[in-house]
């Protein structure tokens, strides 16, 4: 296992090889797979942070990612996809399972996660990969006869027989290991599918068909295939959780994902940030610095303060996984919607900075063009952005009455907003498909802002107060709130992109609270961050103010402050 310290220090030492941003465009270039660096991190020891060990740190497994991503996304969403993959068997695995993954894990296997279809997309419920139960005895007249002979017996005390095609997978070519969902009921439904962990060195040869690498706009070095399945069997100890519990299996493991993949947005917003930085302050436009010019500087800002609202809602979400296991329902949709939603609209602001050099694939181009279309993909990883607000609005009903109620899990949220103290282990029964207790940092709103009454910077006044009226109106127009059994309106999304601000703004509100060190620095001081994320979250047309003294002071910082330091773990700057 490694640190993000390390980990940082490491990279940084490889940014003339494996990972220099000239090799991987080379490879991107040539859509090839990044070989070097992966090895390199297999090496360092980061596949050991995939594994969700009881006395883990999810939290720290999203920074070391985020690491990666701030280098080059391909890499990072290629390793990462290990997680996605084994995660399954950590949310309903027997220990067995899970003793047996965790050490192929952290010998550097790869795990892939095989849910999409060619035909039916994010449509789980219309999947047709289908798994067949072979009932039977004599798995011990096989033994030690070798792989083919192995599997048969498997099949034959009482294993299951897998066939259909896969489309669309991450690592699906370079993976030894695939965790599938499959139809094991013909009728289908809710209770009709099942997941199974499949070994492909354990099956007969001709039983696994690996399908041709798909081009993509973006992250096109990565292995994005799919693989077939004929008949292949596969031992009873395959199935990850019960027959019949797939779906809801793959609903949980999703509220552990979804999280997880922040860690893309993040790295990419740090890279954005250094690249539009390293631009600003080494060209002049008419004598001038371009960095100098007030509009440049509201700019830089304001996608600074972007990227700090994204890292706080984050690292409350992340630290949640341990302390509110509970609503990760809730929050995991909130967090998947807005992140990397966030995050793309800041890389275009950007990329409008950077001007021609953003559509460069060249110096003095820099890599923005290549950062941005790896990144669109992010918002689209274990649901879209539109699949997540409407996870987020079937709840909404049960969100605002919570809301009214102000009840909150508040021991839980405050540790889960301090980012020094120690975290519970995770406790994977604690997961539930819908959030019985809502959202309590959103529920807590109001007494949040009490508590920045007398412990927040006096010039964020205004903008709490500002706040509590948009709650107000939030919580008035979600109580009426009934979802359709036609189908969701469009009009109703805007009611949970508005949700998603509000837990943003209480993620950014409560680590301020929780933690001294964000008070201080140039960051900190008066307020500094916070007041930045909360105009921006807020809109200066709501505000009727100007913005450009916060966010041009917040751009200071920016020039003045390397990437890997621009953030709000570990105090700050």
Request: glycine content about 10%.
């Amino acid at each position: 296992m490694t640190t993000t310290a390390g980990l940082e220090t490491l990279l940084a030492a490889h940014e003339s090889d494996a990972f220099s941003p000239d090799v991987l465009a080379e490879l991107d270039d040539r859509e090839e797979f990044p070989d070097g660096a992966v090895r390199l991190l297999d090496d360092a020891g980061m596949p050991a942070h995939y594994v969700l060990s009881p006395d883990g740190d999810f939290s720290e497994t999203v920074r070391l990612l985020r690491a990666v991503a701030r280098r080059d996304l391909t890499v990072a969403i290629a390793h990462g996809k290990t997680f996605l993959g084994s995660a399954p068997v950590w949310v309903a695995g027997t220990p067995d399972q899970a003793a047996r993954l965790a050490e192929r894990v952290r010998g550097g296997e790869a795990v892939c996660w095989g849910l999409t279809e060619r035909d039916h997309g994010a449509d789980l419920l219309a999947s047709e990969f289908a798994a067949v139960a072979e009932p039977g005895a004599g798995a011990e007249t096989a033994a030690g006869a070798g792989p083919e002979a192995e599997a048969e017996a498997g099949t034959e005390a009482g294993g299951w027989r897998l066939t259909g095609e896969k489309w669309l997978i991450n690592n699906a070519t370079r993976s030894t290991l695939a965790c599938v969902l499959a139809r094991t009921d013909p009728a289908g439904g809710g209770r009709g599918f099942s997941l199974f962990l499949v070994d492909k060195h354990r099956l007969p040869e001709g039983a696994w068909r690996n399908l041709p690498k798909i081009r993509t706009h973006g992250i096109r070095g990565a292995d994005i295939s799919g693989f077939a399945l004929d008949g292949a069997p596969v031992p009873a100890d395959a199935l990850v959780g019960e027959e019949g519990d797939g779906i809801a299996v793959v609903l949980k493991t999703l509220q552990l994902t979804r999280i997880a993949c922040t860690a893309l947005s993040l790295g990419a917003a740090d890279h954005a940030l250094r690249l539009a930085r390293d631009f600003v302050t080494g060209r002049e436009l008419y004598g001038r610095r371009l960095a100098d010019v007030p509009h440049v500087r509201r700019i830089l800002g304001r996608a600074a303060a972007a990227a700090l609202t994204a890292e706080a809602v984050s690292a409350l979400s992340a630290r949640s996984v341990h302390t509110l296991p509970g609503e990760l329902s809730a929050i995991s949709a909130i967090t998947k919607a807005y992140v990397p939603t966030l995050t793309q609209e800041t890389l275009g602001s950007l990329g409008e900075l950077l001007g021609v050099r953003g559509f460069l694939t060249s110096p003095p181009g820099g890599g923005f063009a290549k950062l941005e279309r790896d990144h669109r993909i992010c918002a689209i990883f274990d649901g879209s952005t539109v699949v997540n607000r409407a996870a987020v609005l079937h709840q909404m009903p049960r969100l605002a009455r919570q809301l009214g109620r102000r009840r909150a899990d508040v021991e839980g949220l405050r540790a889960a907003a301090d980012l020094t103290a120690p975290l519970p282990p995770f406790d994977r029964d604690r997961l539930t498909l819908l959030s019985v207790t809502g959202c309590s940092a959103v529920q807590t709103l109001p007494d949040t802002a009490a508590r920045m009454e007398e412990q927040g910077p006096p010039e964020a006044g205004p903008l709490i107060a500002r706040l509590l009226a948009e709650l107000a109106r939030l919580e008035a127009e979600s109580a009426d709130f009934v979802p359709s059994a036609g189908g969701l309106p469009s009009t109703a999304f805007d009611l949970a992109e508005r949700y998603e601000r509000a837990y943003a703004a209480a993620a950014c509100l409560l680590l301020w609270l929780e933690n001294p060190p964000l008070r201080t620095g140039r960051l900190g001081t008066d307020g500094l961050w916070l007041r930045a994320c909360l105009t921006s979250l807020l809109g200066t047309s709501l505000l009727g103010e100007d913005d450009s003294d916060v966010f041009g002071a917040l751009a200071d910082v920016v020039l003045g402050t390397p990437a890997q330091e621009f953030t709000l773990w570990g105090g700050a700057v």
